[in-house]
């Protein structure tokens, strides 16, 4: 069964450095989406691609958050400089068409900001 | 106007009883309504959907019963069993794809 990848599963970062995750979507799925969901809460969008270009990035925190997909297929979410804050799960989401297809989620990245 | 209120935020029931996780929603523009089951330490997998224009759906022990007056949806779970152990999420959206979730149901099964 196909399977969105994701990496690296943990990482362990000071503040003020600067960490990148990579997302790898279901082959042939479209549609992309970043989450970042905080312990004990449900996963909030970050950013929504529909093959290369961004549909929605409204809650994406721009002066640190960075996101691309070059080629309408993997994906990377930077943050520049980490804060804090920023401690959460990272999950990666991928589904055929941006309208109420399935979203398939990956197992995330968890990430500690000390 | 988009959240999605979920609870109880925690449950305890026996093997073999039924468990009712409860959400709310505001926006009337959602059209799509998902249940998400999350094992620690893995992605949220969807567990079943509904879409506004029918009031119940079933697959396997799992129901979902939607009130689209009241703005409510709920899923059941029958008879229970301890790998149904987990947290559930509710979540709501509509054709633009965004998913809104709730806050999450944090499920435990006693044997």
């Known amino acids: 069964e196909a399977e969105v990848a994701q990496s690296p599963r943990y990482k362990i970062t000071e503040k003020s450095q600067a960490v990148a995750f990579w997302c790898d979507p279901i082959s042939g799925h479209a549609t992309l989406y970043w989450y970042r969901q905080i312990l004990g809460q449900g996963p909030e969008l970050l950013v929504q691609?529909?093959?290369?270009?961004?549909?929605?990035d409204s809650q994406l925190p721009k002066d640190r958050f960075s996101a691309e997909r070059l080629k309408g297929v993997d994906s990377t979410l930077k943050i520049q400089p980490a804060e804090l804050g920023d401690s959460a799960m990272y999950l990666c989401a991928s589904s055929l068409a941006p309208s109420t297809d399935t979203q398939y989620f990956g197992p995330g990245t968890r990430l500690t900001v000390l | 106007q988009q959240q999605v209120k979920q609870s109880p935020q925690s449950l305890i029931v026996q093997k073999g009883g039924i468990s009712i996780i409860n959400c709310a929603y505001e926006n009337t523009a959602f059209d799509y309504f998902p249940w998400y089951q999350q094992f620690p330490g893995k992605g949220p997998a969807l567990l079943i959907a509904?879409?506004?224009?029918?009031s119940e759906k079933k697959e396997g022990r799992f129901t979902i019963s939607f009130n689209k007056s009241a703005k409510q949806f709920s899923l059941h779970i029958m008879d229970s069993q301890p790998g149904d152990s987990a947290t559930y999420f509710c979540?709501?959206?509509?054709?633009?794809?965004?998913?809104?979730f709730g806050q999450g149901t944090e499920l435990s099964v006693k044997p």
């Open positions: 509904i879409r506004p224009d029918v």
């Open positions: 979540a709501a959206g509509n054709q633009g794809g965004k998913l809104i």
């Open positions: 691609f529909q093959d290369e270009s961004v549909v929605d």
